[in-house]
């Protein structure tokens, strides 16, 4: 991480001119203008994506990201026990719910969550997160009303004005993928799911189920000679990301659960071999393609 640091501290220092230097305020006009991974960082927190949705909060996964959440949603209703939210999981493996005793708005009486799993044993599973072994405070503890959903004979799921549907993904211990659709606008959550035959009929499934999203929130770990070495590992990258959203028409595809020994410059490099990609394959198509990163807001109305 010092290096890190260093190596954009001196980056920066590159791109300046003197008159950039002049004084605080072209100092702070000269950052401004600087590329996201020079002037800050993709984050290194695991996966936790919150959707605002009309009056609904969404919430997908509960990694360590999810106590950055939990924060700013104490400036809120939630800080005055008033919040009410539907959190979605993916799967249980660690990187997705280790934020949870961490995330302060479960200790607020007053604030309602509803937890929703194709899982059967969901709240098992997170309960047995937090047994005395492994964490010193029991999942009991939280003052807030905590109801768990299993999905598992449904096909889909409604809140409010929206609906919410699921599919199955490859990835070792089972993973599921989620479709937000309201008011003609979708987002899919795919993180956590590998493609391990490429053919047209072995994505048709995934196809279909992110046909026309505004939004694809798509994992992509790996480069692609590296999801080829690290089969069965339960990740995908930016080139399937890419041939998928084109063949499901996607309007827009975050690439995210970035490799985590990835430097951010590193990230970069395989998001402008990404750009290249596309203009190959699809000079003519307007796919709009961006690095997610912690903080980044995106707004579909």
């Given at each position: 991480?010092?290096?890190?640091?260093?190596?954009?501290?001196?980056?920066?220092?590159?791109?300046?001119?003197?008159?950039?230097?002049?004084?605080?305020?072209?100092?702070?006009?000269?950052?401004?203008?600087?590329?996201?991974?020079?002037?800050?960082?993709?984050?290194?927190?695991?996966?936790?994506?919150?959707m605002q949705v009309g009056d609904e909060l969404l919430i997908f996964d509960a990694g360590s990201g999810i106590r950055m959440l939990g924060q700013e949603l104490m400036a809120?209703?939630?800080?005055?026990?008033?919040?009410?939210?539907?959190?979605?999981?993916?799967?249980?493996?660690?990187?997705?719910?280790?934020?949870?005793?961490?995330?302060?708005?479960?200790?607020?009486?007053?604030?309602?969550?509803?937890?929703?799993?194709?899982?059967?044993?969901?709240?098992?599973?997170?309960?047995?997160?937090?047994?005395?072994?492994?964490?010193?405070?029991?999942?009991?503890?939280?003052?807030?009303?905590?109801?768990?959903?299993?999905?598992?004979?449904?096909?889909?799921?409604?809140?409010?004005?929206?609906?919410?549907?699921?599919?199955?993904?490859?990835?070792?211990?089972q993973c599921f993928a989620y479709r937000v659709d309201y008011k003609g606008k979708s987002v899919v959550y795919a993180t956590d799911a590998e493609y391990k035959k490429l053919?047209?009929?072995?994505?048709?499934?995934?196809?279909?189920?992110?046909?026309?999203?505004?939004?694809?929130?798509?994992?992509?770990?790996?480069?692609?000679?590296?999801?080829?070495?690290?089969?069965?590992?339960?990740?995908?990258?930016?080139?399937?990301?890419?041939?998928?959203?084109?063949?499901?028409?996607?309007?827009?595809?975050?690439?995210?659960?970035?490799?985590?020994?990835?430097?951010?410059?590193?990230?970069?490099?395989?998001?402008?071999?990404?750009?290249?990609?596309?203009?190959?394959?699809?000079?003519?198509?307007e796919l709009k393609m961006f690095l997610s990163y912690e903080g980044l807001s995106v707004d579909l109305l």
């Amino acid at each position: 991480m010092y290096e890190e640091v260093e190596e954009k501290v001196v980056k920066a220092l590159q791109n300046a001119k003197a008159e950039d230097l002049a004084d605080d305020d072209s100092i702070k006009s000269f950052v401004q203008t600087l590329p996201h991974e020079i002037r800050g960082t993709f984050g290194g927190n695991s996966s936790c994506v919150s959707m605002q949705v009309g009056d609904e909060l969404l919430i997908f996964d509960a990694g360590s990201g999810i106590r950055m959440l939990g924060q700013e949603l104490m400036a809120t209703d939630f800080g005055r026990g008033q919040g009410k939210a539907n959190v979605f999981f993916s799967h249980t493996h660690w990187d997705h719910i280790l934020g949870i005793p961490f995330f302060v708005p479960f200790y607020i009486k007053g604030n309602q969550f509803t937890v929703n799993s194709p899982l059967p044993d969901i709240q098992e599973r997170l309960e047995g997160q937090q047994k005395f072994e492994y964490f010193p405070i029991p999942f009991s503890i939280y003052a807030s009303d905590i109801d768990f959903v299993v999905l598992e004979n449904k096909t889909e799921q409604k809140i409010g004005d929206m609906a919410v549907t699921w599919k199955a993904m490859y990835h070792p211990g089972q993973c599921f993928a989620y479709r937000v659709d309201y008011k003609g606008k979708s987002v899919v959550y795919a993180t956590d799911a590998e493609y391990k035959k490429l053919g047209s009929s072995d994505l048709k499934p995934a196809v279909e189920f992110f046909q026309d999203a505004d939004l694809l929130i798509f994992d992509s770990m790996y480069t692609f000679s590296e999801g080829l070495e690290k089969e069965d590992w339960g990740h995908s990258s930016t080139f399937i990301g890419v041939d998928l959203a084109l063949e499901a028409n996607v309007k827009q595809i975050a690439f995210f659960h970035h490799e985590p020994t990835y430097s951010d410059f590193k990230l970069m490099d395989i998001f402008r071999q990404t750009e290249k990609y596309l203009k190959l394959v699809a000079p003519k198509q307007e796919l709009k393609m961006f690095l997610s990163y912690e903080g980044l807001s995106v707004d579909l109305l």
